[in-house]
């Protein structure tokens, strides 16, 4: 990854980018208060046993770290338990089976297509504004049914949660929690209000989209409340196109680093999926999540005492070599190739088939109207620099599509 690191100028916040780690599999940061999982048979542990790691993470957050304007998570289906979780996941599971998935392909090449049309008028193409962004936010946006037009909107509400240059960590001054959680709530709010809207404008006049769905659904005879339905849809809206985007930027950006690789899927297309999987694997676009102990419970080695906030890192694990063999490399003809960038267990990531889905219509239509995908050497690529998200900002390209 050495010629990867400097190349692009990785930011040292992104270390599973930076070459092997050395260090334990499990191990405590009393700066941080906290506990991380590094290693791949630890993390298959840890989201294999939701009774002793909680998604509800909220639990053990100290109570002035949280917000005080009747903030609530209810209705967030990562941060939610059995049975109560298998209950919500449900209302939506139907919305991304294979067979609605699949047939979404069509939609999806006609938007690919318009956008990179669009892009052979501007000054130049760069990859994640003109394509790897829009691209999913349309298709989830129309299976919301929120006016996809309002992609701005979600734009700048994803980058203030999920983009900022800040470190996980409970030990933060008073100030420093303060104008943290400030900058999270604004965006919080004025998204909650945005889909609160129109869930009301649901309840007034159905339509045939999945807000519509949730307004409707009911739970143990009851329907969801409108909190609930605001959050499930942030979630959604949010989950949704981040994924995607950063998938497509992380797999063109592969190409790039390693182009004896895309001459080898433009000879063999049906190489695609496991091109994007290896992506997923090397650049694992959620590098992190949280759970939480409601036990005592021995892991790597060590004793984690209940109450505790874990951090689980998948994209360290997805580079254990007690699991990939060479796994600085890539290589997509690993397999098996069991990366756990869309997590494991009862939180496996619902729109995985669709995220996959994009990445491998995108791609092979790329692959189509550009002759080489290359960077640009006088336009920099550009990370997100959270140390949560393995992303581009950036990837101006070199040439435009072909008609």
């Known amino acids: ?10 930011p040292r916040q992104l270390f599973w980018l930076h070459g092997p780690r050395t260090g334990p599999a499990v191990e405590f940061d009393p700066r941080a208060g906290m506990w991380s999982v590094y290693g791949y048979p630890e993390l298959q542990e840890v989201l294999g046993d939701p009774a002793t790691f909680s998604s ?6 100290p109570k002035e770290m949280m917000p005080k304007d009747g903030f609530s998570l209810e ?4 941060q939610i338990d059995p049975p109560e979780h298998g209950k919500l996941r449900k209302l939506v599971s139907s919305a991304f089976t294979r067979k609605v998935v699949a047939d979404l392909e069509p939609r999806i090449a006609a938007i690919t297509h318009e956008l ?6 501007g000054e130049g193409f760069e990859l994640v504004r003109d394509l790897a ?46 104008e943290s959680l400030e900058a999270t709530m604004k965006p919080w709010r004025e998204m909650s209000d945005y889909l609160a809207g129109h869930a009301a404008e649901r309840r007034k006049g159905p339509r045939a989209d999945l807000l519509t769905r949730l307004v409707e659904a009911e739970v143990d005879g009851e329907r969801l409340p409108t909190e609930q339905v605001v959050n499930f849809a942030i979630l959604l809206l949010l989950a949704g196109h981040i994924t995607t985007t950063m998938l497509l930027g992380n797999t063109v950006l592969c190409l790039d680093a390693f182009p004896g690789q895309q001459d080898k899927v433009r000879a063999d297309r049906a190489s695609v999926p496991a091109v994007i999987e290896e992506s997923l694997r090397l650049f694992t676009p959620f590098a992190l999540l949280g759970r939480a102990t409601t036990r005592e419970s021995e892991l790597g080695g060590v004793t984690i005492p209940a109450d505790q906030l874990v951090m689980c890192w998948m ?16 290589d997509p003809h690993r397999d098996p190739n ?18 996959r889905l994009e990445g491998r219509v995108a791609l092979n239509i790329l ?17 997100i620099s959270a140390p949560s998200l393995t992303g581009l900002r950036r990837l101006p390209l070199l040439g435009k599509p072909a008609a």
């Not at 050497?377 to 990370?383: G, H, I, K, Q, T």
């Open 1 to 10: 990854m050495a010629h990867i690191v400097e190349r692009y100028d990785v």
């Open 56 to 61: 509800d993470t909220m639990r053990v957050v």
């Open 75 to 78: 209705g967030f289906i990562t």
């Open 116 to 121: 990179l049309d669009a892009a052979r008028e």
């Open 133 to 178: 962004y829009p691209l999913p936010v349309i298709v989830i946006a129309e299976l919301l049914g929120v006016p996809s037009e309002d992609r701005a909107l979600f734009k700048r509400w994803a980058d203030a949660l999920f983009q900022r240059d800040a470190e996980v960590s409970l030990g933060q001054s008073a100030e420093e929690r303060a």
């Open 315 to 330: 994209a360290a694990a997805n580079r254990d070599p007690r699991q990939f063999e060479d796994p600085e490399a890539f």
């Open 338 to 355: 069991p990366h756990l960038a869309f997590g494991r267990g009862i939180h496996f990531c619902l729109g995985a088939p669709l995220a």
């Open 367 to 383: 692959l189509d109207r550009f002759a080489v995908l290359r960077s640009d050497p006088a336009d920099p690529v550009e990370f």
